[in-house]
């Protein structure tokens, strides 16, 4: 998580989708880096709401827009798969060493989730707060130029990054009935995702 406060902007950090590049671009400029623990790190918007916004309300009596990146679900899901299949992985109760990425999805889609396939959901960690606490401003992580024109207008200075934290490229492809469950049970995933600009 990133908090620039006289931009009244924080950048929260949801996993799997790139965060990590633009943490370390802009570290030195950023006001707060929360960098560790993950808990902190990886603050939903709820975690936020309980937490981090009180304390700038409260002790700076300023109102934070925040902004996210939201990755296309299939791909997110892929990335996570790929992330659990690193060497440093094997023999780990959530590595996906032993599972082809259907059977990831199968886990992910079960009521009780394996441990390999427990990862969580995008569209809880950016669902707003009763108290009207939000995401401000959502991005594609599949079009990084209109969040890095967004940041060069906010930030008034020019943003590079590099790939960093990448797992390994494979190419993974779901079988039709398992996609079409996935867009079944988890359909908020793919309306979120599309509802962004």
């Known amino acids: 998580m990133l908090v620039f406060f ?9 996993p799997k989708t790139g965060t990590t590049a633009y943490e370390t671009a802009l570290r030195d400029r950023a006001d ?4 560790d623990p993950p808990e902190l790190k990886h603050a939903p918007v709820y975690r936020y709401n309980r937490f981090i916004h009180p304390m700038f309300q409260k002790v700076c009596n ?5 902004l996210a990146v939201m990755r296309e679900p299939i791909s997110w899901l892929g990335s996570w798969y790929r992330y659990r299949r690193r060497d440093f992985m094997r023999g780990k109760p959530n590595a996906t060493h032993d599972v082809d990425f259907d059977g990831f999805v ?3 889609l079960k009521g009780h989730t394996p441990d390999f396939a427990n990862v969580g ?5 950016l669902e707003p707060r009763p108290n009207g606490v939000a995401v401000t401003h959502m991005f594609r992580y599949e079009q990084p130029d209109r969040l890095d024109a ?3 207008d906010r930030l008034r200075q020019d943003i590079v990054t590099r790939r960093e934290n990448v797992s390994p490229e494979m190419d993974l492809q779901l079988s039709p009935g ?3 469950r996935l867009r079944q049970k988890f359909h908020e995933e793919f309306d979120l995702y599309d509802s962004i600009p």
């Open 32 to 35: 707060m880096v929360i960098s």
């Open 121 to 125: 959901r995008q569209s809880k960690f």
């Open 150 to 152: 967004f940041l060069r």
């Open 6 to 14: 006289k931009e009244r902007l924080v950048f929260l950090s949801v």
């Open 178 to 180: 398992v996609e079409r």
């Open 62 to 66: 300023a109102e934070m827009e925040t």
């Open 106 to 108: 199968n886990g992910y």
